[in-house]
């Protein structure tokens, strides 16, 4: 699966979650909002439910098995399975949802889109196609409100926030408090998401100090989840638990190797990868020769000590290293090693998912801006990854139903595609 795919799958997901959460009668929960409902961002406002959609299953069928062997009856409701993304609700039933509070009153669930704005990365020629997040996210709303009923009588009400990208806008704790204010206090929102990378500090404001839900794709600690009491989820794994995994996986392959790992000084990088991935080498008994820590200077690439780390992984004779950077860091780092004439084979690597690492659009940035020395000697990393990274270029390959179903009705209800998206073409541009 493409990392595009995978993103827009996780939008779709993480809708149906929302769905789940506030689709009963007489919810949980209030959040604050303006008595003036206008605000600077304007809300894509849902209208009355219109046409007609087959009829859900009967309700009262059993379920069947869900494939696991296990027996397990399968969650079923009116936003799963793949032959539809929702249906309406059946004949003759209706709801009758109460006022819970602002954000979620008898008529409306109000929700937040949070975009990082990748396009910032465009200037140093790292931005990437991710589609239109934006539509993506509108036209499943959409298709919610005006074709299945909205969610147990209540329509949702969709705003989106743009947030810059790290390094590239102003103080980023800042810009992340400013965003929160306007999610939880100027658009009321009870829950946000972002399926386009934003994570902390924006998700511990919403949910730590506003009680709002917030869900994303990126990585987040333990203390995130218990500062959000419950209001946290993410779709990645834990950095520590990542890390953690990943030495279990290729604890067999660094015996007798000389071990290094590589890791930026920007909080939390060192904690996590302390409490991941060094103790977890030290509780397999693996030792490590060097521990290398990059001044980022406050700056999204890393460059302080890059030449004196490879100088020293080279002298400590180095054929394992974890290099445990961003995806602005790492391919400097690749052509600083060609440079002190190291060669595709002299050195393994291992990654993760921790900082998007597994990432087909990461990945793919070692060759295009290392050059092809670099991705040569990058080429055969161990990854371990919860993805499904590059299944569509195995023989056979056929989308996931679901995948394929989600596809279909984007293309059908969006305002600003035209084309299907290319499942076998990364990043192509369908518009």
Do not use: W
């Not at 949802?97 to 669930?109: F, I, L, N």
């Not at 919860?386 to 969006?414: K, Q």
């Amino acid at each position: 699966m493409s990392s595009r795919t995978r993103q827009f799958v996780i939008l779709i997901v993480a809708l149906a979650l929302l769905a789940a959460a506030c689709g009963t009668d007489n919810g949980e929960g209030t959040q604050p909002s303006p008595e003036d409902p206008s605000t600077p961002d304007e809300p894509t406002t849902p209208e009355e439910p219109s046409g007609e959609t087959d009829p859900p299953p009967d309700e009262g069928d059993p379920p069947e098995e869900n494939g696991s062997g296990n027996g397990e009856m399968p969650f079923e409701s009116r936003f799963t399975g793949t032959d539809a993304f929702c249906t309406a609700p059946a004949d003759g039933i209706e709801y009758s949802p109460e006022d819970v509070g602002p954000g979620m009153t008898a008529e409306e669930v109000v929700i937040t889109n949070v975009r990082l704005m990748t396009e910032d990365l465009e200037p140093i020629g790292f931005a990437f196609d991710n589609g239109d997040p934006t539509d993506q996210a509108e036209t499943f709303v959409r298709v919610i409100n005006e074709q299945c009923g909205g969610i147990n009588g209540r329509m949702l009400t969709l705003y989106t926030v743009d947030l810059p990208v790290p390094g590239f806008g102003g103080d980023p704790d800042l810009e992340a408090q400013e965003r929160c204010t306007t999610i939880a206090e100027d658009q009321g929102a009870v829950a946000a998401f972002s399926f386009t990378g934003v994570g902390v500090p924006l998700g511990n404001c919403l949910t730590a100090q506003n009680d709002v839900i917030f869900i994303t794709t990126y990585d987040a600690s333990d203390s995130d989840f218990e500062q959000g009491e419950g209001r946290f989820f993410s779709f990645n794994h834990m950095p520590t638990d990542i890390l953690t995994f990943a030495v279990s996986e290729f604890a067999d392959r660094l015996i007798g190797k000389t071990n290094g790992v590589l890791h930026g000084d920007t909080s939390p990088d060192p904690q996590i990868i302390q409490e991941g991935l060094l103790a977890a080498l030290e509780a397999e008994g693996l030792e490590v020769a060097r521990v290398d820590v990059l001044d980022c200077g406050d700056e999204p690439i890393c460059s302080g000590g890059v030449i004196e780390s490879v100088q020293g992984m080279r002298a400590d004779g180095v054929d394992v290293i974890f290099p445990l950077v961003n995806t602005l860091t790492l391919p400097g780092y690749l052509q600083e090693m060609i440079v002190q004439e190291f060669e595709p084979g002299d050195v393994q690597f291992y990654n993760t998912s921790y900082l998007a690492m597994d990432s087909e659009l990461v990945t793919g940035k070692m060759v295009e801006f290392g050059g092809e020395e670099a991705g040569a000697l990058y080429n055969g990393a161990g990854i371990v990854s919860a993805s499904r990274a590059g299944e569509h270029r195995l023989d056979g390959y056929e989308p996931d139903p679901f995948v394929a179903m989600c596809n279909a009705v984007y293309l059908e209800n969006s305002t600003v595609i035209s084309q299907p998206y290319d499942f076998l073409e990364i990043g192509r541009a369908h518009v």
